[in-house]
């Protein structure tokens, strides 16, 4: 349906001047939208079927995805869990706004990606998730696409009638910006994309590079200095990007907090994108008899971390629940006749995720959910919002493993705790990934 005629059928000419205004005048549609009372179309949720579950080497979840703990208060505070660095303050300090249920408001919403996970706590499930809840919440006509063109400049999905698009993945943040400034009428989200040259007045980005990876690094350090038995620990980053500095920066400073004595080894690799890499760096600090490995995220940093899980090493990661990444399926022929029609398999799932600690992630969900309330609320960030803990963007995906107990545990939301509300640093600057 024509903008225009959408506008009258709402609110006359003063509509058509909102749909003039671009995605300016959302909040306005949503707000006017509850107080007349006036509904278009019949709100539905359309979401995408995930491929048929295959017999494959590695990645199979077919479960549902796992609502996530909120970290509970602790009372009991570790000895030294306040050393002796500064907090940069680069990011805004306020909370994001939480979801609250708005009657008769409709709002045209689609989640582009070319990452079609659901149960693995990535940017694109949890992006999804946080839609689906804005779907719910606010009466929004919400569908999910798998893009498999990273070029594509998504003429056909953006005009189709959908007022706000999100877009997840850095692979795509080029062709969203060539699409928010094709469509200025529309308003674009990006999730996880690179922060680079002058940003489109109709794009908000949520990450960039004031993200705090080095907060995720910190909480796996502290993990590992609780999880390592032999004091022998080891650490995967890249060596050539902002956050694989941030990486390893903090996971240094959050495993001294928890093991001021043990014997670190860092790898800092320039091949990240081979997985091979991560598989050598792994036999290398096999060598020196390390006990528990974190690897940033990466093809290096994943093969590296199945390598050293199938070892029996304690292995830790970042962005997205490692327990569902890693677990693998081993297939075992069992039996078989000449006919290979009548050959017998046996299926076990990998004892992998039993060494797999917890994962930090980025809460994609409450972070796109703030932005939504945010239009509501006629208030739309005018900066980039970068991952944090303490803006309430970054949690803790669960884990079946037995490498902490339950006090360890609680040392590690203890910490996460002060991460969020600013009385501990990590010592890195998140703009620049050096010490401060």
Known sequence: MD??????LFFGARAQSIFRLGWIGLPTLLLNACVSGVIVGTPKIVTATP????????????EAP???????????????????TSEPTVEPTAMLPTATPTPDAVLQMVLLSTDDSLTDSSLAALSHSGALELSTTYDIDYQ?????????????????????????????SIATRRAARKHPDLLFVGV?????GNLPANYILLGGDGTRHDQLGFVAGVMAGLATQGRIVGALTPADTLAGRKYAGGFERGLRLTCGDCDYWPVQEHDYSEPEAGRDAFRNLERVRIDTLF????????????AAARAGLWVIGTERDQSATL??????????????????????????????????????????????????????PDEPIPFSYSNGTMGLAPSNSSGLTPAELKIVEDIIERLESGQLGTGIDPLTGDGV
Do not use: K, W, Y
């Not at 903008?3 to 009258?8: A, H, M, P, Q, S």
């Not at 602790?74 to 869990?81: I, K, L, N, S």
């Not at 990273?150 to 999905?157: I, K, P, V, Y």
């Open 51 to 62: 491929a048929p579950t295959q017999i494959v080497v590695e990645d199979i979840v077919d």
């Open 327 to 380: 677990m693998t399926l081993t297939i075992r022929l069992t039996r078989c006749t000449p006919q290979i029609s009548t050959c017998l398999f046996n299926s076990t799932t990998s004892s992998l995720v039993a060494q797999i600690l917890h994962s930090p992630i980025f809460r994609a969900d409450n972070a796109l959910i703030g932005v939504i309330v945010a239009l509501q609320g006629d208030n739309p």
């Open 144 to 172: 999910r696409l798998i893009v498999t063109d990273a070029s594509d400049d998504f003429d056909t999905l953006t005009i189709a009638g959908n007022d706000v698009i999100v877009v997840v993945g850095e692979d795509l």
């Open 66 to 84: 796992e609502e996530l703990p909120t970290v509970p208060p602790v009372t009991a505070t570790p000895e030294a869990t306040q050393p002796a």
């Open 295 to 306: 690897a940033a995220p990466g093809p290096a940093g994943e093969s590296a971390l199945r």
């Open 3 to 8: 903008r225009n005629i959408l506008g009258e």
């Open 192 to 196: 996880g994309q690179e922060s680079f």
